[in-house]
């Protein structure tokens, strides 16, 4: 089978082509520069440069039976960007003959998501859904890469990390191994849908900190901290341009997804999903070096 996988040199993409190509399909992908091309190179896959909302050529899709809509600008403001230019890639894939589409969303995407990111996955979630093609929403995918990964660089880099309202909200879960399973089964087995891939049991902020701090052997200390006190501070940052890993969009995000469905598929696709322990475990070399 031939797949296309736009944002190909990203945590969720590099690591899809990777369990693709050992099941022997035939990957193609791209990215948004020339500067990124030579990272792609170690999945033996051919790559192209296609940036987000501007012109490119159609026949790059030609051939293709399943595409993989990984590609998100995650820059402040490129909310426009990201809708057009997705949907304009879905378009000209369906015109080269692109049967199945996989649009991968976010659990932080649905009618109440009050940050820039949520909002546009929201938008392009209902885009692919018309169009009678498949949506992802994934948990928080826990792996080497990805916001797990910008987790580890702050309990690494601070000697004193906020727990904002005592780390009591919940999160949804995912390993990267148990995502790309599920992904490559739907590839091969493309059905109309949407998909909400998590572990049943969600855990809490704390708990996943103190779970990464372990295996990572990170001297932080965990300070809870009322979100009262932790927002003043966040807009300052922001008016100050300080080089800070959260903002008040990702706070008030994650505040809003504490009222979201917590109901998942992926039983569907894995019958024994990877704990949180043997998640944070498996990228413990890495975590440590």
């Given at each position: 089978m031939n797949v296309f996988i736009t944002g190909i040199n990203g945590f969720v993409g590099s690591a899809l082509a990777k369990a693709l190509l050992e099941r022997g399909h035939n990957v193609t992908g791209s990215v948004s520069g020339t500067e990124k091309l030579p990272a792609t190179t170690k999945y033996e896959t051919q790559c192209v440069v296609l940036r987000m909302n501007e012109d490119f050529d159609p026949g790059v899709f030609r051939g293709v039976n399943v595409l993989v809509h990984c590609a998100h600008d995650l820059r402040k403001g490129k909310s426009t960007a990201n809708t057009e230019g997705t949907k304009k890639i879905a378009r000209a894939a369906l015109?080269?003959?692109?049967?199945?589409?996989?649009?991968?969303?976010?659990?932080?995407?649905?009618?109440?998501?009050?940050?820039e990111y949520g909002q546009t996955k929201w938008e392009l979630e209902k885009f692919f859904l018309q169009l009678g093609q498949m949506v992802v929403k994934p948990?928080?995918?826990?792996?080497?890469?990805?916001?797990?990964?910008?987790?580890?660089?702050?309990?690494?880099?601070?000697?004193?990390?906020?727990?904002?309202?005592?780390?009591?909200?919940?999160?949804?879960?995912?390993?990267?191994?148990?995502?790309?399973?599920?992904?490559?089964?739907?590839?091969?087995?493309?059905?109309?849908?949407?998909?909400?891939?998590?572990?049943?049991?969600?855990?809490?902020?704390?708990?996943?900190?103190?779970?990464?701090?372990?295996?990572?052997?990170?001297?932080?200390?965990?300070?809870?901290?009322?979100?009262?006190?932790?927002?003043?501070?966040?807009?300052?940052?922001?008016?100050?341009?300080?080089?800070?890993?959260?903002?008040?969009?990702?706070?008030?995000?994650?505040?809003?997804?504490?009222?979201?469905?917590?109901?998942?598929?992926l039983n569907e696709f894995i019958s024994q999903p990877m704990t949180l322990k043997e998640m944070v475990e498996a990228s413990s070399p890495k975590l440590n070096r």
């Open positions: 015109g080269e003959g692109v049967n199945w589409q996989i649009f991968i969303s976010s659990y932080s995407a649905h009618e109440k998501a009050t940050s948990g928080l995918v826990i792996g080497y890469g990805g916001l797990f990964l910008k987790l580890c660089g702050f309990l690494q880099k601070y000697p004193f990390v906020p727990l904002v309202d005592g780390g009591k909200g919940k999160l949804p879960i995912i390993s990267i191994h148990d995502l790309t399973t599920s992904l490559v089964q739907l590839i091969e087995n493309p059905r109309i849908g949407s998909f909400r891939l998590c572990n049943a049991e969600q855990v809490s902020l704390k708990e996943l900190l103190v779970q990464i701090k372990r295996v990572g052997n990170y001297k932080a200390v965990l300070v809870p901290v009322p979100v009262q006190i932790i927002y003043p501070g966040l807009w300052i940052s922001d008016k100050l341009g300080l080089p800070f890993q959260l903002d008040i969009g990702n706070l008030k995000g994650f505040r809003a997804n504490q009222s979201v469905d917590d109901s998942t598929d």
